[in-house]
């Protein structure tokens, strides 16, 4: 299958010393390169740290059942772009586990996990959700722009057995004018995950739809900054 292959990938070095990571995945149909270029161009230059760097990974191409098979970088397949049927759950841990050694990477370069952001815009926002909830919830955060969760999801239960536990805050924004993925499914998402037991944030922007925007990324970055401040005393542990 194609996810066996290795992820492509492009990255926004930091500019002192690494000590911390984001990974920040694409929505369907784009590219790693093409959100970073997306990024950069909504904030007049790339979304950069002294500290932290940036990675995008891009999507192996597969056949995605929305677009009636036709191949396209998605991170997992959905039987329709809907709140309420049941989750692709093969696709989503097959690409679970390539996304992980991402994140190995990243650990072998000297960043533990409590130094790393997941997230993504769209599809890539909920693919961060399964990845940092199910998966790492050690990281120190996620972020999903403009996405959501099925109602079944099984994110909502592997969160819930975590109560008590660490796991990741959720930073969340989305266009209340967004016509593909609903503003009220990203709101529910939030509540659901807050109804069992996780730290959320859910932040409305007014008359955007299913895009970024300036507000939102440097929202993001000030959000970013403050789970992943330059001096951590306990980097390295």
Same mark, same amino acid.
């Given at each position: ?43 007049? /230059? ?5 500290? *932290?760097?940036?990675?995008? $990974?891009?999507? $192996? ?30 696709? *989503? ?23 790393? *952001? ?18 790492? $919830? ?18 909502? /239960? ?9 796991? $990741? ?69």
């Amino acid at each position: 299958m194609a996810v066996a292959q290795k992820l492509q990938r492009c990255a926004v070095s930091q500019t002192g010393k690494h000590s911390a990571s984001v990974i920040f995945l694409h929505g369907s149909g784009d590219t790693g390169q093409g959100l970073r270029a997306w990024v950069r161009d909504v904030l007049k /230059q790339d979304l950069a740290f002294t500290h *932290i760097r940036v990675i995008y $990974p891009t999507a $192996p191409a597969r056949p995605y059942t929305p677009m009636r098979g036709a191949l396209s970088h998605v991170w997992f397949d959905r039987y329709k772009i809907s709140a309420d049927c049941a989750e692709h759950l093969e696709s *989503i841990d097959s690409m679970c586990s390539l996304l992980g050694t991402v994140i190995q990477e990243e650990v072998r370069a000297g960043v533990p996990k409590h130094r790393m *952001i997941i997230g993504g815009f769209s599809m890539g926002g909920a693919m961060a959700l399964h990845l940092a909830c199910r998966y790492y $919830p050690e990281v120190a955060g996620v972020f999903a722009l403009s996405s959501f969760l099925n109602k079944d999801s099984v994110v909502y /239960q592997a969160v819930q057995d975590r109560r008590g536990q660490s796991l $990741p805050e959720l930073f969340q924004c989305h266009g209340t004018a967004d016509e593909l993925v609903l503003h009220r499914w990203g709101e529910e998402t939030g509540a659901l995950l807050r109804g069992v037991g996780m730290a959320t944030s859910f932040h409305s922007i007014p008359g955007l739809n299913h895009q970024l925007s300036s507000v939102e990324l440097e929202s993001l970055r000030s959000w970013i900054l403050k789970k992943l401040p330059p001096d951590s005393p306990s980097h390295g542990q």
